[in-house]
């Protein structure tokens, strides 16, 4: 059994920054992408930035410009650096890792965005 567990959220002043991370407990193979979501209160949880097994990247228009996706895939790490932060990122945010088969969720981190 996987388990994917998030760090890096919390509270921070518009336009700060944070960095989530995401470490897998093991090596997962066949994996088709890594991605984070996020659901604010009251919305749908939707889809932030994902990384393909071909390294390309894609993102919400929401948060294009200011969010960025990496891994490290020698630490089973998806990360997700947030600059620029606005309230209305504040949400619960979700690592998500899809294989040929599976689909993996951590337990999320929230992240507030307030002054």
């Known amino acids: 059994q996987v388990q994917l567990v998030e760090s890096g959220g919390g509270l921070v002043q518009p336009v700060g920054s944070l960095r989530l991370s995401c470490a897998a407990s093991?090596?997962?193979?066949?994996?088709?992408?890594m991605g984070w979501y996020r659901q604010a209160p009251g919305k749908e949880r939707e889809v932030v930035a994902r990384?393909?097994?071909?390294?390309?990247?894609n993102y919400a228009d929401s948060v294009k410009g200011r969010f960025t996706i990496s891994r490290d895939n020698a630490k089973n790490t998806v990360y997700l650096q947030m600059n620029s932060l606005k309230p209305e990122d504040t949400a619960v945010y979700y690592c998500?890792?899809?294989?040929?088969?599976?689909?993996?969720w951590g337990q999320g981190t929230h992240v507030t965005v307030t002054s």
């Open positions: 998500n890792v899809r294989t040929v088969s599976l689909v993996y």
């Open positions: 093991r090596s997962i193979f066949s994996i088709n992408a």
């Open positions: 990384i393909f097994s071909s390294g390309s990247t």
